[in-house]
């Protein structure tokens, strides 16, 4: 009989690739404050379809959820915060452009958001008291989805997904 040997932390912390992370580049959704793991697995979905990254908070359930919702099986980008406020500062002083799908008075039509030249980090807020206040200071731009209907906002999953579409090119 074989013995199994089972990995250690160390074991796996050693077998990681050991050069920069390389992801597919300038366009990263930000659900920073998630409510439903439903949504981030259907815009992890949308992320691989625009060639998008997915930045998320470390929030217990959300593995689970990104697990379930990766109907693709195969691996995909997603970076893991701490603090959201500090992330966004951190992405910002490295030269990103931040985001905001919000409703504000300096909102820009989603007809009228052009698309991602450069590295663009798509902040959503959540579903129910939106993006920090704090955070939302650290917006460069912020987008509204107009609605004919009697609601005010869409979920996260359908909000995010329009948004990076149309950052990406492809709307």
Known sequence: ????????????????????????GHLVAAPLWPMHGENLGTLLRTCDAVGACLAVPRL?????????????RHRTCVHFTGDPVRWLTRQREQGARVVGVELADESIRLADLPAARARTVAVLGHE?????????DLLDQVVEIPMVGHGTTLNVAVA?????????GLL
Request: aromatic fraction near 6%; hydrophobic fraction near 40%; proline fraction near 7%.
């Open 1 to 24: 009989m074989t013995s199994v040997r089972v990995s250690t932390r160390a074991d796996l912390r050693a077998a990681r690739r050991r050069r920069p992370h390389s992801c597919w």
């Open 60 to 72: 217990p359930w959300v593995p689970e959820a990104l697990a379930r919702g990766n109907t693709l």
């Open 128 to 136: 129910r008291h939106g993006i920090e206040p704090a955070a939302v």
């Open 160 to 168: 995010g997904s329009l948004v990076l579409y149309k950052l990406a």
